[in-house]
């Protein structure tokens, strides 16, 4: 059974970091790509950033523009733990961010919602002074 555990989210003010956590099972972690997204109040969720596998891929990254150069995502093999470093955050940032697992390999990494079938609860992110 995949299993997707976030954590790490909060209220910060512009300008600050947080990082968020996903804790993983049940998937071969180090195989399979893994996104974070997230979803403002009355809008689509979204892709914020995704990373591919280190056996099944290179461990390339995909960032969406509005977050390229200020989130960083990295996975923790030893611990099955997807990381997303938030820094310079913005207002535009609050989100419930979400972590993501796809059910099958693929050999592009998959970064928008259809190419992911497994997904956890949720964490809030709140920018604001």
């Known amino acids: 059974q995949v299993q997707l555990v976030e954590s790490g989210g909060g209220l910060v003010q512009p300008g600050g970091s947080l990082r968020l956590s996903c804790a993983t099972s049940?998937?071969?972690?180090?195989?399979?790509?893994v996104g974070w997204f997230r979803q403002a109040p009355g809008r689509e969720r979204e892709g914020v950033a995704c990373?591919?596998?280190?056996?099944?891929?290179?461990?390339?990254?995909w960032y969406a523009g509005p977050v390229r150069g200020r989130f960083t995502i990295t996975k923790d093999n030893t611990n099955d733990t997807v990381i997303l470093q938030m820094n310079s955050l913005k207002p535009e940032d609050t989100a419930v961010y979400y972590c993501a697992a796809p059910r099958r390999w693929t050999i592009v990494v998959p970064t928008t919602e259809d190419g992911y079938a497994y997904w956890g609860q949720g964490t809030q992110v709140t920018v604001s002074s």
């Open positions: 990373i591919s596998g280190t056996s099944g891929g290179d461990g390339s990254a």
């Open positions: 049940g998937f071969i972690f180090d195989f399979y790509a």
